[in-house]
């Protein structure tokens, strides 16, 4: 039944996804150049007058914030509706989208999934309210996000700078040192799941984020999106660094073959089978929740390198607040979306476990002196800022990005589970992307 | 038929069958009385008793796990072993947090799902009993037709009807209110078929005609001779619709965009995949406890109703 429902849901979110592609290459091509900018005299006009903004975001930590603004704008009536995410909140974008009715004012969408839906001119450009300005707040790896040209399809709420979560005890156990390079990293998971044939280095069963992610640090760029012309190639020096190296992990099984943020994973993550997470800097908020019976067990260390020395990092996950063009209330809206992700929201949510993307929370030396409870009162986020810091800015996801992470699992994925190849499961994943963007009306070449 | 009668023929199997007596209530009044082998009571079978016993481990282990881990929390679930108890016991913390959990959502979640079965359900049985008695007791030109598109809707699974469903319905605006799950869960082509089948059996045509005779309307007919006797199927078909609506999740899950609107299947699931987002809020162990909170009202159903239920299946399929 899971199976099938997930099935149908992509066919549905397919279907939903080219019936907005064909809605907006009919469309008329009068686009942001023309609109008019909002001054913020407008925009406290229109929060004097009041009204109701529509918000789809699944990030717990707005409930606070839409509480705050309300108490700050009695005449706004901020509706979060936050029981969906990931793909169903897409799918239900996407339908309302080209239904053309029961679009939210304020959407949350993820940095991977934005190029989708501003590409098929979903999104209202922020540019015109002001949100160009903002550009020198955020670091680079979340505004590069976000932007495009001179406009701007949302304001970045969280990032993921990347960093290597790793389980002390497990470690010190066996005496063995914690990896600052991937080839110490293979080397670690030999010896931890020869003390301990339970124990894994890490968990990888296929995640198209991750594997994303990896390419990105090791300096591959496999997209390349210009307009509507795109190419995928996963065949430079970069991509060889990480297959070569993750090859040995899969072939020497040194990775448990689970996937992420299942039962199973939160439970190996607490009684110490699977020994590191390399990911995103808003892990800390779900360890404490998910995992909190292995508090005092972890601690954060700065990504492993490619070469000894090096200080690249990537980004993993993280999502933006944009404004989908057919929804109302934009004054309201945008001023929601810059009070959240710009404005007194940051603190907030910073409070109650957000990763910020702006850079002066980012250097405060408040944020960067916080003590971590659960990683034995480590000062973790002077890691994970210094590795937003290093992010790589010129990275780019496909604008069929969610497809494309959709048929990761029936491509890459095969590379887990019988004898393929790594490398050629991404190259299948890239012929197979290559095939769907052209369909699409991209330009896809290699 | 044969598929839907397999529960029946566990119940009913002869005292035989060990495992049978677990739900020892189960047990029609009449196989109290143990009686000898006769070809109607064969004898002890070691394959068909180790069977059963495998088929009941097989349904109740998941169900005594799920009363086990709801008595844990979120840390012990992640401690101990799935089918023996953690050393604290929360079981009455995790049904008051899942009843309080985001301002009592769980309650809304769970008076929308009595709605659209009290709707839903109870309209697939009115309209089946009302279908079925027509089918059975009267002639009239294109029966056969629709004879064959009964059978043929059985067939078709309502999770392939779903998105043509959305479609339409969203043509019609229904789509993200109670009617987009209410008026699909009205259809049931199996409930159908089977008073169909029953009203058939258990309505003799000289009873039917001994009333129209006394000068009975075929609408008194139908709700005072009719009715009562087929009281053992409507209760069949009643648990049946039930059972569906209440754990329908595709139909909804395409339908309904507003969490208010969400029946407990769609909000157990939105809790679920809480645990798949950033900084999202890991309660695995509500999730948990709200599941056996929503199958509790099925299983109460079950044991209250089996005596018709039993009866009305096998009414309907024996021949005389």
């Known amino acids: 039944m899971r199976r099938t429902s997930g099935r149908l849901l992509r066919g549905l979110t397919l279907l939903s996804v080219l019936a907005l592609g064909a809605t907006a290459c009919g469309g008329s091509d009068d686009d942001s150049s023309g609109q008019k900018a909002v001054s913020a005299t407008d925009i406290q006009a229109a929060l004097k007058k009041g009204g109701t903004v529509n918000v789809w975001a699944w990030e717990p930590t707005l409930k606070t914030v839409a509480a705050d603004f309300q108490k700050k704008y009695p005449k706004v009536k901020i509706n979060l509706v936050s029981e969906r995410s990931g793909d169903k909140h897409y799918t239900a974008l996407s339908n309302a989208i080209s239904a053309g009715k029961g679009v939210p004012d304020v959407a949350q969408v ?264 659960y990683f034995g009162g480590q000062e973790a986020n002077k890691i994970f800022a210094e590795s937003a810091a290093n992010v790589a800015s010129d990275w780019s996801y496909l604008p069929f990005q969610q497809y494309a992470n959709s048929i990761f699992n029936d491509t890459v994925g095969k590379a887990y589970i019988s004898g393929t190849k790594l490398a050629a499961g991404l190259k299948s994943w890239q012929d197979a992307s290559i095939k769907y963007g052209n369909e699409q009306g991209f330009t896809v070449s290699k | 038929m044969s598929s839907t009668s397999s529960p029946v023929t566990t119940a009913s199997q002869p005292p035989s069958a060990q495992s049978g007596q677990s739900g020892g209530s189960k047990n029609t009044p009449r196989l109290r009385t143990r009686r000898k082998h006769t070809p109607g009571r064969p004898k002890r079978s070691v394959l068909l008793t180790v069977l059963t016993g495998l088929i009941m481990l097989y349904t109740v282990v998941p169900l005594v796990w799920l009363v086990i881990s709801a008595t844990k929390t979120q840390e012990g679930l992640a401690n101990s072993s799935g089918l023996w108890f953690s050393h604290d016991f929360a079981l009455w913390d995790n049904i008051s947090k899942t009843f309080t959990y985001h301002d009592g959502i769980f309650v809304r979640w769970l008076l929308n799902t009595l709605l659209y079965v009290g709707l839903g359900a109870g309209g697939a049985t009115l309209l089946a009993i009302l279908g079925g008695y027509a089918l059975a007791k009267f002639n009239f030109p294109g029966k056969r037709a629709v004879f064959a598109v009964v059978i043929g ?136 406890t709200g599941s056996l909170l929503t199958i509790v009202p099925l299983i109460a159903a079950f044991l209250l109703l089996q005596k018709y239920w039993q009866s009305g299946l096998a009414a309907g399929s024996v021949k005389e």
């Open chain 2, 153 to 288: 809707a059985v067939a078709v699974p309502g999770t392939a009807l779903a998105v043509p469903t959305f479609l339409m319905f969203s043509k019609m605006g229904l789509t993200d209110t109670p009617w987009a799950v209410i008026i699909p869960s009205l259809v049931s082509p199996f409930g159908l078929y089977l008073m169909w089948v029953f009203a058939t059996e258990a309505i003799p045509t000289e009873l039917m005609e001994a009333a129209r005779i006394d000068g009975a309307g075929e609408i008194r007919t139908f709700f005072q001779v009719a009715m009562p006797l087929l009281a053992p199927g409507t209760v069949t078909v009643l648990l049946f619709t039930t059972v569906a609506t209440w754990n329908n999740y595709f139909l909804p899950l395409i339908m309904l965009k507003d969490p208010n609107w969400y029946p407990l299947t769609l909000g157990l699931d939105s809790w679920n995949s809480q645990a798949q987002t950033i900084g999202g809020d890991v309660i695995f162990n509500l999730v948990i």
């Open chain 1, 110 to 373: 993820e940095y991977f999934a934005l190029s989708q839906y501003s590409l098929t001119k979903g999104l209202s450009d922020l540019a015109p309210y002001g949100a160009d300005k903002l550009a020198a707040k955020y670091t680079p790896g979340p505004w590069n996000a976000v932007s495009e040209g001179d406009k701007v399809y949302g304001l970045p709420m969280d990032s993921g700078p990347m960093a290597m979560f790793y389980n002390k005890k497990v470690f010190d156990k066996y005496k063995i040192a914690v990896p600052t390079t991937w080839d110490e990293y293979v080397d670690a998971a030999r010896k931890l799941h020869k003390a301990d044939p339970k124990v894994y280095i890490a968990n990888d069963a296929g995640d198209a984020g991750f594997t994303t992610s990896m390419l990105w640090q090791a300096g591959s760029r496999p997209y390349k999106v210009d307009g509507t012309k795109v190419t995928v190639n996963f065949e430079d020096a970069g991509a060889k660094k990480y297959t070569d190296t993750w090859q040995k992990l899969i072939d020497e099984k040194l990775v448990s073959p689970i996937n992420g943020w299942t039962d199973d994973w939160y439970k190996g993550l607490g009684d110490g089978t699977i020994a590191t997470l390399t990911t995103g800097a808003w892990m800390p908020a779900n360890f404490v929740s998910g995992v909190p019976n292995a508090s005092g067990d972890w601690r954060a260390a700065p990504m492993p390198q490619w070469t000894k020395g090096d200080k690249a990092s990537a980004e993993n996950g993280g999502s933006s607040l944009a404004l989908p063009a057919l929804g109302k209330n934009k004054e309201l809206a945008y001023a929601f979306v810059e009070y959240a992700n710009s404005g007194d929201g940051v603190q907030t949510r910073i409070k109650q476990g957000a990763f910020p993307a702006t850079k002066a929370e980012l250097q405060s030396t408040e944020f960067q002196n916080t003590k971590f409870d």
